[in-house]
């Protein structure tokens, strides 16, 4: 993070206040780091049974955008904390994701450096390591990114894929954008309907999981096939209906934003 | 986590909603009191039950035995039944259905519940069914059980039960950690009681950790599976020939569709996850090679995760099993060049992207190279 060029002021673990890890100094609470480093922004890490604990005490400590990078958070704890955050005008990205990047920026994440290039294009994800493919390919492909969001691969997230397209929609340094969603739940769904309504970007997606059994849990929490709902065949075609290009390929992407 | 019929109607018992007597026997002769005329019924955990014929009558001990004998031992979706539960038979009046699940979209719980019971709640239309969002923060509040009975238009005495049943299954579901709580039907009798007739129950894998006493429950994976799971390991047979392992869960999902995109069909699911443990890597391989696939296809991007870690661990994993399993291997990330090295130097075809090594699987699954 701190290559990307993000100010990294404080580093918080109960416990360890008073060490310093790379030059930067290390709390015991998110308060002091706050208070002492006007931190405003924090990346939270701590391990799945603890991260309630964690985001609460940055929403009270008055921490503004919230990254949980943290996979396996029973999903009763986020029906707590996200509306508890929302009600506090707190921005949540994930749990379950690798956070977020801008370029010639900053970057609150583990998204390897590498991949980036600064751009036109904004990312949105539900998923890791199939984003930094995908954004590899855009950057080879002599496009950049914006702004790329880890939306996060659990069912109850902060920022969700419409959430994160109205903001892409009003950025002025985004031109296109690129959504890569896969198999359970309706974001996919949801997110056509509101790419036709209101979003005159053009926007280019890939849909992972075409070939996932149904009733399986394909690693992430949230991607499931249920009841017959939340196939990849849907989502192609809600995208399609709603003028959205698919790739079929992950490197497709960056072909078909070539043609748009 | 999910349970069987019987397991899920202890634990309903146990939040005070009302189930029918039963008893449970995993052998026709163990069966000695049931509470007669009951109903026979195969406990597994996949639905279609009754269509498959695992749900039965019997009015006798006799009866009771002989139908749980031919029950014992079917196949039912794919899974044999080890177990009848023999359940007291209700005089229904009419079915209802209750559910709680997950509104992703409004991030809260939801509770959806119709006078249309017994049939499958997504077949019905959706002006039946009342839906109504539950804030997990506040918890449900009394305008909920109004909404609910207007809804339902049920005579005062047995709208009064559902409502009791229906607050006793909210708490089921937050204490619970469920993902789904749902009784279908709920059974209101001759005699105006409302009782859960089936249970279905569906708690949070991820929050296993605080419910310790349903680690040994048995579940619907594979024997592979099982042992994958006990290790940590995310990993689903599937019904292919070529074993996928990749480092994340989409990724993982994207590799499995370019190799079905070029003719090929994955025999499994294995996500690495962020780990680059050589220990850990050979654990994952050792996993796969049991699933005995004539080819494996490895795809890692790394971020956190190192490329020349994971090349050691697929290697000390090759040696200690004595595999001659041809593995195609994809790998990008920090290291990539060492690890290229690693790979190449045991016998692997190196690929550059998911496309070549998905047509390289496919040709190396055949016997070609």
Redesign the interface.
């Known amino acids: 993070m701190l290559d990307f060029g993000t100010k990294v002021v404080a580093g918080v673990t109960p416990g360890k206040g008073g060490q310093k890890v790379e030059g930067v100094p290390v709390f015991d609470a998110v308060d002091e780091a706050v208070r002492r480093k006007r931190a405003n922004a924090s990346i939270v890490f701590v391990p799945?049974?603890f991260a309630k604990d964690a985001v609460i005490e940055a929403v009270e400590a008055g921490i503004r955008l919230i990254a949980v990078i943290t996979?396996?958070?029973?999903?009763?704890d986020?029906?707590?904390f996200?509306?508890?955050a929302?009600?506090k005008a707190v921005t949540v990205i994930g749990p379950n994701c690798?956070g977020l990047a801008s370029p010639g920026q900053a970057k609150m994440g583990?998204?390897?450096n590498h991949i980036f290039r600064p751009g036109d294009v904004g990312v949105i994800?539900?998923?890791?390591?199939?984003?930094?493919?995908i954004v590899?390919a855009i950057s080879e492909a002599g496009f950049g990114e914006s702004t790329c969001i880890g939306i996060g691969?659990d069912?109850?997230i902060g920022t969700?894929m419409v959430e994160a397209l109205a903001l892409f929609q009003r950025d002025r340094s985004t031109k296109k954008i690129v959504v890569?969603g896969?198999?359970g739940?309706?974001?996919e769904e949801?997110a056509a309907a509101f790419i036709a309504k209101n979003v005159t970007k053009p926007v280019v997606a890939?849909v992972?999981?075409?070939?996932?059994?149904p009733g399986?849990?394909?690693?992430?929490?949230?991607?499931i096939i249920q009841?017959?709902?939340g196939t990849a065949e849907s989502k192609v075609r809600a995208f399609n209906d709603a003028g959205v290009r698919v790739a079929?390929?992950?490197?497709e992407v960056a072909s078909l934003l070539a043609a748009t | 986590m999910k349970f069987l019929e019987q397991k899920a109607k202890e634990i309903f018992a146990r939040y005070g909603i009302p189930v029918p007597r039963g008893v449970v026997a995993s052998r026709a002769e163990e069966i000695a009191d049931p509470p007669l005329p009951c109903m026979v019924k195969a406990q597994v955990l996949v639905g279609g039950r009754g269509k498959a014929g695992g749900i039965r009558p019997a009015n006798s001990l006799e009866e009771a035995r002989a139908v749980a004998r031919q029950i014992l031992g079917m196949n039912i979706g794919g899974y044999t039944v080890k177990q009848v539960y023999l359940e007291e038979r209700l005089d229904v009046e009419n079915e209802l259905y209750l559910s709680y699940s997950?509104d992703?979209?409004a991030?809260?719980?939801l509770l959806m519940s119709t006078p249309m019971g017994g049939v499958?709640i997504?077949a019905l239309p959706r002006e039946k069914i009342f839906m109504e969002c539950v804030?997990?923060?506040i918890g449900p509040q009394p305008y909920l059980w109004r909404s609910l009975l207007k809804k339902l238009s049920l005579p005062k005495d047995i709208g009064e039960q559902v409502v009791d049943i229906a607050r006793k299954a909210y708490d089921l579901f937050?204490k619970e950690?469920a993902?789904l709580v749902e009784i279908n039907p709920l059974i209101v009798t001759k005699n105006r009681r409302v009782i859960a007739g089936d249970a279905k129950l569906v708690i949070?894998?991820?929050?296993e950790?605080?419910h310790p006493e349903y680690a040994n429950l048995d579940q619907d994976r594979t024997p592979l599976e099982q042992e994958a799971h006990e290790k940590g390991i995310?990993f689903?047979q599937?019904d292919g020939d070529i074993g996928v392992i990749?480092?994340?869960?989409?990724?993982?999902?994207?590799t499995?569709?370019?190799?079905?995109?070029k003719g090929g069909r994955?025999g499994t699911?294995l996500?690495l996850?962020g780990t680059d443990d050589p220990g850990k890597v050979a654990e994952a391989f050792e996993i796969l090679l049991k699933a005995k696939p004539a080819a494996i296809l490895l795809n890692i991007?790394?971020?956190?995760t190192k490329a020349d870690t994971v090349a050691v661990g697929v290697k000390q994993a090759l040696e200690v099993m004595h595999a001659n399993v041809p593995v195609v291997a994809r790998i990008?990330?920090?290291n990539e060049d060492k690890a290229k090295q690693i790979l190449r130097d045991i016998g692997m075809y190196p690929a550059e992207?998911?496309?070549q090594a998905a047509e390289l699987a496919v040709k190396v699954s055949h016997g070609g190279a």
């Open positions: 799945a049974a996979e396996r958070i029973p999903f009763h986020a029906l707590e996200q509306p508890y929302r009600s690798p583990i998204m390897p994800s539900r998923s890791g390591t199939l984003t930094y493919e590899n691969g069912p109850i969700n890569v896969e198999i739940g309706t974001a949801d890939y992972a999981g075409r070939t996932a059994p399986k849990r394909m690693g992430h929490a949230g991607a009841g017959g709902k079929q390929y992950p490197v | 997950i992703r979209t991030r809260e719980a499958e997504e804030p997990v923060l937050r950690d993902e949070d894998d991820n929050a950790y605080r995310a689903i599937l990749a480092n994340g869960a989409g990724l993982t999902m994207a499995l569709d370019v190799l079905n995109l994955g699911f996500d996850g991007f790394g971020g956190i990008k990330g920090v992207t998911i496309e």
